[in-house]
């Protein structure tokens, strides 16, 4: 959904082939397994990404969330709104 986005704007635009090649995917991805020993005694493993799209400008928040059926490609999709919302 956010590439579809990002092509309808690029179009618009004008942007070159080049620079939405740059701009489309994220420049950092990471993905973590952490194991976390719960109260009770038990260990539970839980997965989490965290997703930079866009570094030019400095800093980015990126993507992050907090929830058990998260995937890295929405997480990578909202590092890319943060980027349009944010930087660009």
């Given at each position: 959904m956010a590439c579809?986005?990002?092509q309808v704007i690029a179009d618009y635009l004008n942007?070159?082939?080049?620079?939405?090649?740059?701009l489309m995917?994220?420049?950092?991805?990471?993905?973590v397994t952490l194991p976390v020993h719960m109260d009770d005694g038990s260990t539970q493993t839980?997965?989490?990404y965290r997703v930079q799209?866009?570094?030019?400008?400095g800093p980015t928040k990126g993507g992050t969330r907090f929830?058990?059926?998260l995937s890295m490609g929405e997480t990578a999709?909202?590092?890319m709104w943060m980027?349009?919302?944010c930087a660009l």
């Open positions: 579809d986005q990002f942007i070159d082939k080049n620079d939405r090649d740059r995917y994220p420049k950092r991805a990471m993905a839980f997965q989490g799209h866009h570094l030019t400008l929830a058990p059926n999709a909202l590092a980027s349009w919302k």
